[in-house]
């Protein structure tokens, strides 16, 4: 069986980098083995999953289900994810009649599976901005000071000085500690953190989007400082 491959980021940052591409490929590549599928083509896009019109934005994943659809074969992705959280735009790529294969789930993916994920998908991607929106205002109830304008250092000034020194990294994670705490809280892994961050709109100190890695040395950081429970 011919497949095409279809790897996607969602931030620029995380393109130019290769973050996340790699283990994407990884996953493809042990899984293509496993099942002797040859995939006939790699796709890779930089580019929001959110959104309903996703797909007018997506242009590499719009080819892969055009050369999917020639190739009479699946599209191969690692996780749903990387497709939607929107059960809408996953419902609309489904009536293309082009197979996904999820391959953290196996050839056993079939499209009502997909439809129950990107339900539960979406459904926690909104409980994450309203159960974090709850903890910060309970915290700001605390008398906890949150938000930007808490911030000792701008992330332009950060980024601008090159390297931000030690006392400017201290300010900014002092800064975003009631965000992160019910983040980390809430969510129990650093990765999850990270997204509720992000569905927040909170920027790390480099005005980026967080990610595990980024949340867990904030976290260490104010571990360093004893302002972490």
Same mark, same amino acid.
């Given at each position: 069986?011919?497949?095409? /491959?279809?790897? @996607?980021?969602?931030t620029?940052?995380?393109?130019?980098?290769? +973050?996340?591409?790699?283990?994407?490929?990884?996953?493809?590549? #042990?899984?293509?083995?496993?099942?002797?599928?040859t995939? &006939?083509?790699?796709?890779?896009?930089?580019?929001?999953?959110?959104?309903?019109?996703?797909?007018?934005r997506? !242009?590499?994943?719009?080819?892969?289900?055009?050369? #999917?659809?020639?190739l009479?074969? !699946?599209?191969?992705?690692?996780?749903?994810?990387? +497709? =939607?959280?929107?059960v809408?735009?996953? =419902?609309?790529?489904m009536?293309?009649?082009?197979e996904?294969?999820?391959?953290?789930?196996? @050839?056993?993916s079939?499209?009502?599976v997909?439809?129950?994920?990107?339900?539960?998908a979406?459904?926690?991607?909104?409980?994450?901005?309203?159960?974090?929106?709850?903890?910060? &205002?309970?915290a700001?109830?605390?008398g906890?000071? +949150?938000?930007?304008? #808490? @911030?000792? !250092?701008?992330?332009?000034?950060?980024?601008?000085s090159?390297?931000? =020194?030690?006392?400017?990294?201290?300010e900014?994670?002092?800064?975003?500690? /009631?965000?992160? @705490?019910?983040?980390?809280?809430?969510?129990?892994?650093?990765?999850?953190? /990270?997204?509720? +961050?992000? $569905?927040?709109?909170?920027?790390?100190a480099r005005?980026? $989007?967080?990610?595990?890695?980024?949340?867990? /040395? &904030?976290v260490?950081?104010?571990?360093?400082?004893?302002?972490? !429970?």
């Amino acid at each position: 069986m011919n497949a095409v /491959a279809y790897c @996607r980021v969602s931030t620029r940052e995380q393109g130019e980098s290769g +973050l996340g591409l790699e283990a994407q490929r990884t996953a493809i590549e #042990a899984f293509a083995q496993r099942e002797g599928i040859t995939v &006939a083509q790699w796709l890779t896009e930089v580019e929001t999953g959110k959104g309903n019109d996703a797909l007018d934005r997506r !242009p590499k994943l719009a080819e892969a289900l055009r050369q #999917a659809k020639k190739l009479r074969g !699946p599209v191969l992705i690692s996780k749903l994810d990387r +497709l =939607s959280r929107n059960v809408h735009f996953i =419902s609309g790529l489904m009536e293309d009649r082009v197979e996904f294969i999820v391959t953290e789930w196996g @050839r056993q993916s079939n499209p009502f599976v997909l439809h129950m994920y990107a339900a539960l998908a979406q459904q926690e991607r909104q409980m994450i901005s309203e159960r974090t929106k709850a903890g910060l &205002a309970a915290a700001k109830a605390q008398g906890v000071k +949150l938000g930007s304008s #808490a @911030r000792a !250092p701008t992330a332009v000034q950060l980024e601008n000085s090159g390297k931000a =020194s030690s006392a400017r990294s201290d300010e900014f994670v002092k800064s975003v500690q /009631a965000e992160l @705490r019910v983040a980390v809280e809430d969510y129990n892994t650093y990765e999850r953190a /990270a997204d509720a +961050l992000n $569905a927040r709109g909170i920027r790390t100190a480099r005005d980026k $989007a967080w990610e595990r890695r980024s949340v867990s /040395a &904030a976290v260490k950081r104010l571990k360093k400082l004893g302002m972490w !429970p």
